[in-house]
């Protein structure tokens, strides 16, 4: 009797060992995994009339004055560098921009829809869209990311200790 108790025990420990063992790698995965790992869990928050500056998703490049200058692409994505110094890219071979990024030496007057630019706390842009936001870690960086799951939109706070040094708006259906 006393030895089919220590079985169930022995049994229920291994049960919550592996349980644990799984919940804390699945937790080191979404902070260090891919981008699109965040996508399952993360909340949905709505960045319908999101922009950068005055630029938006989808908008055409050819639309932008002055004109962005084309960079040296990659096999992805065309990037060109506006005259701000906001870099922005399109699927090859169109001009509908899919991804929106302000680095760190940008115009700090640029800002998004709800207010936050580089320089400014990431407990303001956590005031401003909410804390249903993913956290991961690239480049070293920490980044605070919201998911708009209905418009497959992605706004990202890449942060520099706690204050924001990028912003990255894409939509999440990049090829």
Not at 32 to 57: I, N
Not at 117 to 142: F, M, N, S, W
Request: hydrophobic share 40%.
């Amino acid at each position: 009797m006393a030895l089919k108790r220590n079985k169930r025990l022995l049994t229920l420990f291994a049960a919550l060992f592996l349980a644990v063992v799984l919940y804390g790698g699945l937790r080191f995965y979404l902070m260090l995994g891919p981008r699109q790992a965040h996508f399952l869990l993360a909340a949905s928050t709505s960045l319908a009339d999101e922009r950068l500056g005055d630029l938006r998703l989808g908008q055409r490049i050819d639309s932008i004055a002055p004109p962005p200058v084309p960079e040296p692409n990659n096999s992805t994505l065309d990037f060109y560098r506006c005259a701000d110094g906001t870099t922005i890219a399109a699927e090859p071979g169109t001009l509908h921009i899919v991804r929106i990024f302000l680095p760190s030496h940008s115009n700090p007057g640029l800002r998004t829809g709800r207010g936050i630019g580089i320089g400014d706390p990431a407990a303001k842009a956590v005031a401003a869209y909410g804390d249903r936001c993913y956290r991961r870690t690239e480049q070293g960086a920490l980044v605070i990311g919201y998911i708009d799951k209905q418009n497959h939109t992605t706004l990202e706070f890449w942060l520099d200790g706690a204050t924001v040094s990028r912003i990255r708006l894409d939509s999440d259906e990049l090829k």
